[in-house]
C-alpha cells in the first residue's frame, strides 16, 4: 500500500517538476487566429496615431505593451513602424498575459507603398516566421502559446524598407497541459484506482 502511494506522490511530483516548454501555434489567418482566442483581447488599428517620441505605449483590456526601434517610430495613421531604414521594431509585453498575439507584418518604402519582401518574426520563446507577403492583406501572422510571450521582434527587413505592423492584436487561449503531463497525470490515475480495486477486494 505504501509503495502505490509513493508512486503516485512521484508522479505528482513529476508533473509539478516538469519543464514546461512552449508549444506554439502559428496562424495565417486572421479569423482562425481570432477564434482560438480564449479570453479578453486588445487590438490597436493604430488609426490616426501621430509619429510617437521614443517608445510608444499601448494598453486596453487588461493588457499593456510598448513598441521600439533602435531609429525612432513613425506612423503613417494607418499603421506604425520604424523611422529608419534597414531597422528591426521590437514589441514587449509588459502585463505579463499575453499568450496569443497576431497582426499585419510588412515591410514599406519611403513612399509608405507597401513592398512584397521577406518578413521574419521571432518570439520571445524562439519560434520564427518567415514569409513572404504579397499585400497587406495577406501579410496576417498570428501565434498562440501555451507560455507567456514577452516579445515580438519583426527583423529588419533590408533592401532600404521598413518595417511595418498594424491591426496588432494581444489576448490570451485556454492552456493545455503537455503530453509529457497528461502520461503523468494518467499514471497518477492509474495508481489510485489500482488501490481503490485492492481496497474493495479487502
Do not use: C
Amino acid at each position: 500500500m505504501q509503495t502505490a502511494h509513493r508512486l503516485i506522490s512521484a508522479a505528482v511530483l513529476a508533473v509539478l517538476a516538469a519543464p514546461s516548454f512552449a508549444d506554439t501555434t502559428t496562424y495565417t489567418d486572421s479569423a482562425a487566429f481570432l477564434a482560438s482566442l480564449g479570453g479578453s483581447s486588445y487590438t490597436e488599428a493604430f488609426t490616426g496615431l501621430a509619429s510617437p517620441d521614443g517608445v510608444a505605449a499601448f494598453s486596453g483590456s487588461g493588457f499593456t505593451y510598448t513598441v521600439s526601434a533602435a531609429g525612432g517610430l513613425y506612423a503613417t495613421g494607418d499603421f506604425l513602424g520604424t523611422n529608419q531604414i534597414d531597422e528591426a521594431l521590437t514589441i514587449n509585453f509588459t502585463s505579463g498575459n499575453v499568450t496569443a498575439v497576431g497582426g499585419n507584418f510588412f515591410a514599406i518604402n519611403l513612399s509608405d507603398a507597401f513592398q512584397s519582401v521577406s518578413v521574419k518574426l521571432t518570439l520571445s520563446d524562439g519560434t520564427v516566421a518567415m514569409f513572404t507577403p504579397s499585400s497587406i492583406n495577406d501579410s496576417f501572422r498570428g501565434f498562440s502559446s501555451t507560455q507567456t510571450i514577452s516579445s515580438l521582434t519583426f527583423s529588419a527587413p533590408g533592401m532600404s524598407l521598413y518595417a511595418n505592423v498594424d491591426n496588432l492584436t494581444v489576448g490570451t487561449v485556454s492552456a493545455v497541459p503537455e503530453p509529457a503531463s497528461w502520461a503523468l497525470m494518467g499514471l497518477g490515475l492509474a495508481g489510485m484506482g489500482a488501490i481503490a480495486r485492492r481496497r474493495k477486494a479487502a
